[in-house]
Structures are given as C-alpha cells and as structure tokens.
C-alpha cells in the first residue's frame, strides 16, 4: 500500500521506484583525474582530453560515418563547406562510445543534476577553404540570463588531428565567467590542437566556434552535447530513436535519451516511468 503524500519532497522517488538508476560509467574513474579536469574546466572553461579513442576505434568511426556525408550546411553557421550528419545513433553504432565515455560522465556527474540528459549527437566534417564559424554558446538558446552557472556542456572529439589551420575549434577561454556581453572584433579565439582519438569538454557558457579549415585535407569530428535533466534537448531523442535502437545502447544512453526520471516526475507517459515502453 502507497504512503500519503504530504509534500513535494514525498515524491523524489515516485515514479522511478520501479526502475531504479543504475551507478554512472563515470563512478570507474579515478576521483584525482576527474578533480584535475574538473578544477580545469572551472578555471578555463575547457579541458582536453588526449587518448581516450584507439587507432582502431577511429577507423572503424571514420568507416561507418564517411559514407553518410554527403550534404553540406545551409548557412554560414551550419558552415557551406562543413557536412554534418545528424540522428547519428539511428546510422551507426560506432559513436556510442564517445556519448557514454566514462571520462566525459565523471563531470556531468558532478556538473549537472541526475539523468542529465543527451543533447545533440552530430558528426562534422569542416572541408578545405571553409571560413571560421561565429564564435557562439551551446547553451545560450536557454533563455536564462548570465551570469550563471552553465545548463550544459559539450564535447568535440577529433577523429582527425586538430591543427591550427585546419578547422580546429576556438575557444575564447575563461569567457565561461562572461555577462551577458557578446564577443567584439579582435577576441582571441585559441585553437584546440590535440591529436586524433582525444576530445575537448567545455562548459555551454564557453564562447567558441569551428576554425577557418586553410589545409588541403577535410577535418572529422564527432560532438556530443548534454543539459540539465529538467530542460528540452536539442534533438527529441524520445521522437527520432526507435525502441529497437533504444535497446541496443548503454544504460547510460538509454538514460541520457530520455528514458529516466527527473523527479517527481519530468519525463513520464501516460503517468508512468518511460523504460515501459520498453517492455
């Protein structure tokens, strides 16, 4: 028989008593590395991450994915020589290993509230002659005023060495401490080089942009974004991913898709925890 509810606080378990949530990827990590990234990524509002992807996970990766570019971007902030490929969990399996890296899960873990959520999943390829992309924020659609503590964060991983010329991502670091001042002309944007198989993790309050691409050869890259459990993602993981593919993925994707409770009760159908519909 069900206890009386007598306030909010009642509820915090409600609907998940069924399904309880199962310790993050992110709990494997050694707590001294991730309070070294941590106190970066406050400090800098970034911090890279070398050497989480082997030469043979980048190939099977740039595998699966380059058949899937074909279009480029439809303005200059998706980028006329940049392709993009998105609803990347319905194409392949290869990228599920960059969402649910428990490198990246030990900060959210400590960044944001349980069953954060998966944002946005893309690849990007930045093409030669490609110009730098507008320097923006990942969470500056949420219109929340700054200063403030970030609703989101995201990662780029380098599928192709990152150089300074070809289409490397600028960050305009410590700009996670901005108002809500926008970038002038002359801000310095800093290339992040790092090798392929590494990523960078920034904060949505970082201001940054995709490099101007001035080599001969393309630049791959995959990026995972993530936000608060309590805001709408960018992509409604919840409408574009069958069951089917929902099984097929990580507990922690599973989660990061939608399928969890951000209590009392965010994210339920029909009254009930969404894993049903797995059922």
Known sequence: MSAEVSSIVDLAGDLAGTYRRSESGG??????????????????????????????????????????????????????????????LNKTRSCDRIVDHPRVLALLDRLFLPNYLLSMLQVINIL????????????????????????????????????????????????????????????????????????????GTLWHGGGANRSPHPRLALTAQYCEPWLRPQEAFTLSTPHEVVRAVSEDIRRMLGYSIHPPFIGQVDGMHPKRLLE
């Open 128 to 203: 030669p002659g490609e110009n730098a992309q507008m320097l923006h924020t990942d969470d500056g659609f949420y219109p929340v005023p700054r200063p403030r503590a970030a609703l989101g964060a995201a990662t780029i991983w380098a599928i192709d060495d990152f150089t300074a010329d070809n289409g490397a991502t600028d960050v305009v670091v410590g700009s996670q401490h901005w108002d809500n001042r926008l970038p002038i002309p002359g801000t310095v944007r800093t290339p992040i080089v790092m090798p392929a198989g590494s990523c960078v993790f920034f904060l």
């Open 27 to 88: 709990a494997a990590v050694d707590p001294a590395v991730v309070a070294a990234d941590l106190a970066a990524v406050h400090s800098d509002g970034y911090v890279i991450l070398e050497g989480l992807l082997s030469p043979a996970e980048l190939a099977e990766i740039r595998g699966e994915v380059q058949p899937l570019l074909e279009r480029t971007g439809r303005n200059n902030f998706e980028g006329h020589a940049t392709q993009r490929i998105y609803s990347v």
